[in-house]
């Protein structure tokens, strides 16, 4: 058994059970770099940022998915999406993987706009051939699979202000069904800075869409993008490279708009996507605990509950320390009681959802095999665990510490 699919097995059936026994050392050390993180279950919606050992493939939704040197995929759950998920991993020893996720469905409330120029909702015939030239020029931008990893940084609000149309509602514009919402909208004065909500490269930059009025484009890496539509002014051009925070462009009403407001959507690919899931992660991820690599790292989760289990937590780090100390390394220890660490190397953000209520787990910096093991240390020997884990890092003699 692979250790990916025994993190799986743990996290399915660990939380909150009875002791379990841990998994034997030597089935985990068969595969000690296959680590495949992915969240047991999504939001239609979301942005799913998942883990595999560096030169895996991995396709879904009919893709193949771009992998950063550190292992990092991203793809996005359409509105409509049902479960399960599959994602297929071909690991770089030819092992495959077939993962499922879970789908939470979520409801599509129907609203009413009413207001806005009739002319948008029906386009008279002779402007048809100008909104399939710009749907042309959309699609274009969207389709880049571009390799910066912007997608993983933790995304920001482009302006302050009120949330005033969801993604996926059911839209009537002026009495009539049209699309659902592709986007969040933000209530703010015209002429309000729009900020990059995360770092990029402008693909589009049109000041006079007819559908969508200003438009622009941010591409974040892996097919990941944010437009924003009905602005008053665009501050930059095609090919510019965008820093989180800096301001693009300017809120407006131009296009099918009520009155000023900021349009933010964001796709993966085609599929759209919500960005107020995207800042939920963000907001989840800044609770959680981030974790620099540094130097070796060990995270004890649930190091807080009242129970006998930190005591073994403990135990395991401390063991751990010595046996790095004794090699010259310094070990680094966070606690967190969330279901979610964000790991930062190298500029690059991941989020790993946490299998296990209690467990150590054990991350190394570069991508060295063995770089990242969890120990359930439910009913484990936490000595031993982690002298066994120093030990196979190294492949070096045992780890030379007492008791
Ligand atoms: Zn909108």
């Known amino acids: 058994m692979s250790w990916a699919l025994g993190a799986l097995l743990f996290a399915a059936t660990v939380a909150g059970a009875p002791a379990a026994a841990p998994p034997p050392a030597a089935s985990m050390a068969q595969d000690p770099a296959a680590r495949v993180v992915f969240p047991a279950s999504v939001s239609q919606g979301a942005m799913v940022i998942g883990k595999v050992p560096p030169g895996s493939r991995v396709r879904h939704g009919g893709r193949e998915l771009r992998v950063t040197a550190y292992g990092s995929v991203v793809f996005g759950v359409g509105r409509d999406a049902t479960a399960p998920l599959q994602v297929e991993v071909e690991r770089p020893d030819g092992g495959r993987e077939r993962i499922a996720i879970g789908v939470t469905p979520r409801d599509w409330p129907v609203e009413e706009v009413r207001g806005v120029p009739p002319r ?18 959309v699609g274009a931008a969207r389709a880049l699979d571009d390799a910066r990893a912007d997608f993983a940084q933790a995304f920001i609000w482009p302006v302050a202000g009120r949330l005033s149309g969801r993604f996926g509602n059911q839209r009537i514009y002026n009495g009539k069904p049209g699309s659902p919402h592709s986007g969040m909208d933000i209530a703010a004065p015209a002429g ?7 770092a990029g490269v402008v693909t589009l930059a049109a000041a006079d869409f007819y559908i969508t009025g200003g438009t622009l484009i ?4 892996h097919g990941i993008s944010s437009n ?19 301001v ?5 009403a131009t296009g ?36 620099a690599l540094d130097g070796p790292h060990v995270v004890l989760q649930g190091a807080g509950n009242e129970s006998p289990r930190p005591a073994r937590l403990a135990d395991f780090a401390a063991t751990l320390r010595r ?29 790993l959802v946490m299998p296990a209520e209690i467990g150590a787990y054990v991350f190394w910096p570069g991508r060295k095999p063995g770089e990242a093991m969890g ?29």
């Open 120 to 137: 948008t909702v029906d386009p008279p015939p002779e402007v048809a051939a100008r909104i399939a030239r710009e749907a042309a020029q």
């Open 256 to 291: 099918r708009a009520t009155g000023p407001h900021l349009h933010w959507g964001m796709n993966w690919f085609d599929v759209r996507i919500d960005p107020l899931l995207v800042l939920e992660r963000a907001k989840l991820a800044a609770r959680s605990a981030a974790v």
């Open 323 to 351: 046996c790095l100390e004794n090699r010259g390394l310094t070990l680094a220890t966070t606690l967190i009681n969330e279901p979610v660490i964000v790991l930062r190397e190298g500029g690059e953000e991941l989020e």
């Open 375 to 403: 120990y359930p240390l439910i009913d484990g020997r936490p000595q031993a665990m982690a002298r066994e884990l120093a030990q196979r890092y190294f492949e070096g003699p045992p780890c030379p510490v007492s008791g």
């Open 218 to 221: 941010i591409d974040h890496g």
């Open 248 to 252: 693009v462009a300017a809120v407006g």
């Open 228 to 246: 924003f539509l009905h602005l008053s002014r665009i501050d930059v051009k095609v090919g510019d490279r965008i820093a989180q925070g800096q």
């Open 192 to 198: 309000t800075p729009v900020k990059a909500p995360a």
